[in-house]
């Protein structure tokens, strides 16, 4: 089970500490983190990457950190025509998470295996899921605090990891 567990405005001398854990698929092959630029990206970001489809599930961008989880409650699994990682990376090289916003509210969810998506600026986070009508994308602020995020969505209590 993938984990992400954020402090984000937590203390004043470190405003965003992220922990990540990937270990779900630990034998999909992957590369080790390196700094990259994105095929058609201004910016290069910093992540490992998914050796199979290419994309990410934590990247540390110019302005953008994101991080993406797969479902695995009622949503999922459920495998989609497109990586789910391309959404980090798209994410990443975002100029802030108003535009994160914008490009998750216009995909089509249903093309995306279920997913659970954090991204932060220096002014917001915001968690998206595609769990609307039709797997549509649903996105929500997220105020300052701890968070956890696993394979059940942002801070459910019924998910293992946050109890």
């Known amino acids: 089970m993938c984990t992400v567990v954020v402090f984000w405005r937590v203390h004043p001398i470190a405003p965003l500490v992220v922990a990540q854990c990937r270990d779900e698929l630990v034998d999909r092959a992957a590369t080790d983190v390196e700094r990259w630029t994105p095929a058609g990206a201004r910016a290069a970001i910093v992540s490992g990457r998914d050796a199979v489809a290419g994309g990410t ?12 989880t797969n479902r695995r409650d009622g949503l999922g ?7 789910r ?3 980090v990376v798209d994410a990443a090289v975002a100029p802030d998470v108003a535009a994160v916003e914008r490009a998750a509210i216009a995909r089509a969810g249903a093309e995306y295996g279920p997913f659970s998506l954090l991204a932060v600026d ?4 915001l968690y998206a899921e595609n769990s609307g009508e039709r797997d549509a994308v649903v996105v929500r ?12 969505g942002l801070d459910n209590h019924n998910d293992d990891v946050v109890r």
């Open 85 to 87: 990682g391309d959404l």
């Open 77 to 83: 699994p459920r495998r989609g025509a497109r990586s």
């Open 57 to 68: 599930w934590f990247a540390i961008g110019p302005r953008v950190v994101c991080a993406l």
């Open 141 to 152: 602020d997220v105020e300052p605090g701890v968070h956890v995020l696993g394979n059940f």
């Open 122 to 125: 220096d002014a917001r986070m």
